[in-house]
C-alpha cells in the first residue's frame, strides 16, 4: 500500500516567490496534518483537518501560510510570499480518524528560500 | 504550549552498548509516542504507552511511561548501526495534537 505522497521532494526558490507543497494521504484515512521541521525549533504542528474541514491552524506562523483541503485525497500548504526563514522540512502525515493516535508521515519537501 | 526535553540531544556510541535516552516535560500527557526518523525520511511511530508506569518492549528496545505521565524514557540494549536515527518522543492532549520533543540524535558506531 503508497504512504503518504509528498510533493515535491525539495524545493529551492528565491524570496518573494509562491511556494506551493502538495499531499496526498494514505486512502480511508480521514484526518490530516502538517508540520514543520527546523533544527533550531524541531517538529511543529502547523495544521490539521478532518474529514477536509481545518480543526485547528494555531500552528501557522502568519498569514503568508495557507492550507486547504478540497477533497479526501489531497491537500495544498501554500506559503505567499516565501522568505529564507520559511526554509524548513515539511510534512504531511495522516491518520484513520482525529482521535486515532497513529499518524503515517510522508518523506516531506525539503525547502531552501534563498 | 506543552514543552518536551530530551536528553541528551546527541549520543554517539559503540555497536553493542546500552543507552538510554529521557524524554521530560512539566505537562501531564494522555499518552507518549516514540518515533524513530531517518535521513531524508518522515517519523516513523515505535510505540505509544498510555498508563503511568507502562512499560513496553520492541527487541532490543524498552519503553517506559512515568507513574505521572510526564515523562517517558527509552533504553536500547547491544546498540546496532541500524539504530543509528533521530529518536523523537511526542505528548498526546486530547483531540489528536502531538507535542515533539527537541530529539535524540543517535549514531552508533560499528
Known amino acids: 500500500d503508497a504512504g503518504v505522497i509528498q510533493s515535491p521532494r525539495h524545493e529551492v526558490t528565491e524570496m518573494g516567490q509562491e511556494v506551493t507543497l502538495r499531499c496526498k494521504p494514505i486512502?480511508?484515512?480521514?484526518?490530516l496534518f502538517w508540520y514543520r521541521q527546523t533544527m533550531m525549533r524541531g517538529l511543529e504542528l502547523l495544521i490539521y483537518?478532518?474529514?477536509?474541514?481545518?480543526?485547528?491552524d494555531s500552528g501557522m506562523p502568519e498569514d503568508r501560510f495557507s492550507a486547504k483541503m478540497p477533497n479526501a485525497s489531497f491537500s495544498t500548504l501554500k506559503i505567499q510570499p516565501s522568505e529564507p526563514r520559511d526554509s524548513a522540512v515539511y510534512f504531511c502525515?495522516?491518520?484513520?480518524?482525529?482521535?486515532?493516535?497513529?499518524?503515517?508521515f510522508g518523506p516531506g519537501t525539503r525547502l531552501l528560500v534563498l | 504550549t506543552q514543552l518536551l526535553e530530551q536528553s541528551p540531544q546527541f549520543l554517539s556510541i559503540q555497536e553493542g552498548e546500552n543507552l538510554t535516552v529521557y524524554c521530560n516535560s512539566s505537562?501531564?500527557?494522555?499518552?507518549l509516542q516514540w518515533y524513530r526518523q531517518e535521513p531524508g525520511e518522515g517519523p516513523v511511530l515505535l510505540v505509544t504507552v498510555v498508563t503511568g508506569g507502562e512499560v513496553k518492549k520492541l527487541k532490543r528496545l524498552t519503553f517506559q511511561f512515568g507513574d505521572a505521565r510526564k515523562d517517558s524514557s527509552l533504553h536500547i540494549t547491544a546498540a546496532q548501526p541500524g539504530d543509528t536515527g533521530l529518536y523523537l518522543c511526542a505528548g498526546q492532549t486530547g483531540a489528536n495534537n502531538l507535542f515533539f520533543g527537541t530529539g535524540t540524535r543517535l549514531t552508533v558506531i560499528p
Open positions: 483537518f478532518n474529514n477536509n474541514v481545518p480543526i485547528d
Open positions: 486512502s480511508g484515512h480521514n484526518s
Open positions: 505537562s501531564v500527557f494522555s499518552s
Open positions: 502525515a495522516s491518520s484513520l480518524a482525529w482521535t486515532e493516535e497513529t499518524q503515517y
